[in-house]
């Protein structure tokens, strides 16, 4: 386990991987026990997570969506879902379910695993095709889809930190 805010520093997108070892059920209901523990807007938590490890599923993803060829070696996928029976504001649903995402990519880096976020949401083409491959309801949302494995590479600690964006006060400081 990494301490603390180190692992909001260090985490960096990991898109390759050693193998499709699985990942043991403890450890994935860890990373959704992390994703639930977002916040949400009037604490609706209207998210749902449709977790895949068939390597049929994930080949058909990588295939399918533009930038997800990592999908290939990835030991699973993790589709966040909004749903829009738990919160008719579609705005929201995205925030609530990025929230979520985040969680999810921070617990896995916590835990030694490397991760990156596949975007979904709201691009009309992916939520089509999410729909498809996990037989989603109507009312049932993608919004990101998340890589998950082994990491195969080590990424430098990124500083992004940037003067200019910051704004004391008022825009004009
Ligand atoms: C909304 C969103 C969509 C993204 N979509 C993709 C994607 O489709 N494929 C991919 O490889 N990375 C994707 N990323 C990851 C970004 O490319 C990555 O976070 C960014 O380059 C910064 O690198 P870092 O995560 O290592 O700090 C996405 C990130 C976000 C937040």
């Known amino acids: 386990m990494i301490s603390n805010s180190d692992i909001i520093f260090q985490r960096?997108?990991?898109?390759?991987?050693k193998s499709r070892k699985p990942v043991h059920k403890d450890l994935i209901d860890h990373l959704i026990k992390a994703g639930m523990s977002?916040?949400?807007?009037r604490n609706k938590q209207p998210w749902?997570?449709?977790?895949?490890?068939?390597?049929?599923?994930?080949?058909?993803?990588?295939?399918?969506?533009?930038?997800?060829?990592?999908l290939k070696d990835a030991s699973l996928a993790i589709l966040v879902c909004g749903d829009k029976e738990l919160d008719d504001n579609e705005?929201?649903?995205?925030?609530?379910?990025?929230?979520?995402t985040?969680?999810?990519?921070?617990?896995?880096h916590a835990c030694g695993m490397g991760a990156v976020w596949l975007g979904v949401y709201p691009r009309e083409e992916r939520i089509k095709m999410c729909r498809e491959v996990f037989d989603l309801p109507q009312h049932i949302i993608p919004v990101a889809l998340i890589s998950i494995g082994y990491p195969d590479e080590d990424k430098p600690v990124n500083d992004n930190f940037n003067q200019e964006k910051v704004h004391w006060e008022k825009w004009q400081g």
């Open 48 to 70: 749902h997570f449709v977790i895949s490890q068939n390597p049929k599923t994930l080949d058909i993803l990588s295939e399918r969506h533009p930038y997800a060829k990592m």
């Open 102 to 108: 985040q969680n999810i990519l921070l617990a896995t």
């Open 12 to 17: 960096r997108s990991i898109r390759k991987y």
């Open 91 to 100: 705005s929201y649903l995205a925030q609530n379910c990025a929230a979520a």
């Open 38 to 41: 977002a916040p949400s807007a």
